[in-house]
């Protein structure tokens, strides 16, 4: 769907994006992610067609970004970290002018806007002018001039920026539904955010990607083992015993005890097994009801720092 094929720019002497390569599939929701002064605003911007590279090719479905600019573009919804919003419009007056400006063919229009309006959930603000929407209701008419002209392609630039909690769920719903039918680029500085949504993130730092791959690969990939967690009830000394048997289990500690007959244990596994299914049998089989249990793996926050704060090169 998206070919980014040795990406190179230059402003000057300074070189922005170095030889950055990689793809984004058909119906993938993909984090697109990096420090500020990385290269990702640049990247972005010639991947939609704003800036021209020194050197490198960007394919959007088959259609070269440069050689192709109109069919090209024609497969991408953009939404800026500022969404292009004419505050004194009413909603559906500013659809109705991304359609003229996208050239959507008059017959589609009213069912296209119907569908879009919708699926974003502004159908019920359409006549209110776009000033006097919450901060919430505006990214969703981002969101809306985005899908205008149903592009194969959604890059989205921050767009839960200075929501609310509630917005944000509500936002992140409905990039889910939108990778149903469409390939989205997100990106974003709430990595908890891209970590719960993003099927692969790409993560770029002084213009070249230090790191590439699904999240739990990522994890993975930056622990020598893993590591869980577990507050259970039951005999600890039986317990501790029958789970350091378990294939794959490198090590069992016991971090705490409560008055309850309950305990807490930490345990390391190593890279390659999966143990949740052995170690609930091992639970099950003796009667140690489980109260919790969690993965200690790197989060892609920590990832994040650990190749953005280094100069090493992973992943590519």
């Not at 021209?52 to 991408?76: C, H, M, R, W, Y």
């Not at 993003?198 to 213009?207: A, L, T």
Request: hydrophobic share 40%; net charge positive.
């Amino acid at each position: 769907m998206i070919e980014i094929s040795n990406l190179v720019k230059y402003y000057g002497n300074k070189k922005a994006v170095d030889h950055v390569t990689f793809t984004v599939n058909k119906g993938e929701i993909l984090g697109f992610l990096g420090p500020n002064g990385a290269g990702k605003t640049t990247t972005m911007n010639i991947l939609t067609g704003y800036l021209s590279a020194t050197s490198g090719t960007v394919k959007i479905n088959g259609f070269d970004i440069l050689e192709s600019p109109e069919e090209a573009k024609k497969q991408i919804g953009y939404l800026p970290e500022l969404p292009p919003l004419y505050m004194d419009m009413t909603v559906i007056e500013y659809l109705k002018f991304i359609c003229e400006l996208k050239k959507v063919p008059k017959k589609d229009r009213i069912r296209q806007l119907a569908e879009i309006m919708r699926l974003v959930r502004i159908a019920d603000v359409s006549g209110r002018l776009i000033h006097n929407l919450s901060k919430g209701y505006k990214q969703r008419v981002g969101i809306a001039q985005a899908l205008v002209g149903n592009p194969e392609v959604l890059v989205l630039d921050e767009p839960t920026v200075g929501l609310d909690p509630k917005q944000i769920i509500e936002i992140r719903n409905l990039i889910r539904t939108l990778s149903e039918k469409h390939t989205v680029i997100l990106s974003s500085h709430i990595l908890p955010e891209v970590q719960a949504v993003c099927d692969r993130v790409v993560i770029i730092n002084k213009g070249k990607i230090v790191a590439i791959d699904s999240p739990k690969a990522l994890s993975h990939q930056f622990a020598n083992s893993s590591k869980y967690t577990m507050i259970f009830e039951g005999a600890i000394k039986d317990a501790v015993s029958k789970l350091r048997n378990v294939p794959g289990v490198i090590s069992v500690d016991q971090v705490a005890d409560d008055k309850d007959n309950l305990h807490q244990i930490e345990i390391t596994v190593d890279g390659k097994s999966d143990i949740r299914k052995n170690l609930f049998y091992t639970m099950s089989t003796n009667s140690w009801p489980i109260l919790e249990f969690r993965s200690m793996d790197p989060t892609l926050e920590e990832i994040f720092l650990r190749v953005t704060q280094n100069d090493v090169s992973k992943g590519r």
